[in-house]
Nanobody, 123 residues
Framework: VQLTESGGGLVQSGGSLQLSCAAS????????MAWYRQAPGKRRELVAM????????DYPEPVKGRFTISWDNARNTAFLQMNGLKPDDTAVYYC?????????????????WGQGTQVTVSS
């Protein structure tokens, strides 16, 4: 399963951006979708998670109330709406899908990552 991200860019503090992550391939099911970010010199951190079973979402405190993860089932695309952006949100953002794909007649687990998209917030 391949993930293609789009939507990053440069925005002023307080502004908004929406990131997209489109999945392609022989998908049987998607269990979780998540967005992570990695700033220079820092480790990759989770910023949003969506669990398909039950529609559960989770956000860490630094982004809670500002970021929203959503899913378009018809397009196999996840979104991350980011409002009230701050300079501390500057990072490369990655999407991650975990699920099951078809490989011939077999169902095989997959854990795929997007290529990353740069988000820069100026003060």
């Amino acid at each position: 399963v391949q993930l293609t991200e789009s939507g990053g860019g440069l925005v002023q503090s307080g502004g908004s951006l929406q990131l997209s992550c489109a999945a392609s391939g022989s998908i049987f099911s998607i269990n979780t979708m998540a967005w992570y970010r990695q700033a220079p010199g820092k480790r990759r951190e989770l910023v949003a998670m969506f669990v398909m079973s039950g529609g559960y979402t989770d956000y860490p405190e630094p982004v809670k109330g500002r970021f929203t993860i959503s899913w378009d089932n018809a397009r196999n695309t996840a979104f991350l709406q980011m409002n009230g952006l701050k300079p501390d949100d500057t990072a490369v953002y990655y999407c991650n899908f975990i699920g099951v794909e078809y490989q011939g007649l077999r169902h095989v687990n997959f854990d795929s990552w997007g290529q990353g998209t740069q988000v820069t917030v100026s003060s």
